[in-house]
């Protein structure tokens, strides 16, 4: 992720000698997450979210999504247990 020797351009793990010692790991991981995710849930928008996201973001130490995502999950699965096998 490179950022030198402080590692400032990618803090999420920390930084530095005491920086998570499970970041590879995690990296590698999180895409599989994340289609597990997508593979067992339908996901909608909540209630009030006005059926669009919203992708304005302000500047803190990180830049983060100024409204936060609110999205629900439905289990999709469970009316098709042969894809649960
Ligand atoms: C999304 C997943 C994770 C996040 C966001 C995360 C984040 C962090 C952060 C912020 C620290 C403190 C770093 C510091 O003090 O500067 C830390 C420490 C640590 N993490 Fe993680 N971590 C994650 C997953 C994992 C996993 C999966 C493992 C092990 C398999 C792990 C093992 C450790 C260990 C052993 C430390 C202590 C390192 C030390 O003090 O030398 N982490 N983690």
């Known amino acids: 992720m490179g950022g030198g020797s402080s590692g400032f351009r990618y803090i999420p ?39 669009v996201v919203d992708f304005a973001d302000e500047f803190a130490l990180l830049i983060k999504k100024k409204r936060s995502l609110i999205a629900v999950p439905t289990p999709r699965l469970l009316a098709r247990p042969e894809l649960l096998a």
Do not use: I, N, P, Q
């Not at 499970?22 to 928008?45: I, Q």
């Open 13 to 51: 793990f920390g930084s530095g000698r005491r920086s998570c010692a499970g970041v590879h790991l995690t990296e590698r991981l999180m895409k599989y997450v994340l289609a597990s995710f997508l593979h067992c849930f339908e996901w909608k928008l909540a209630d009030g979210e006005g059926g």
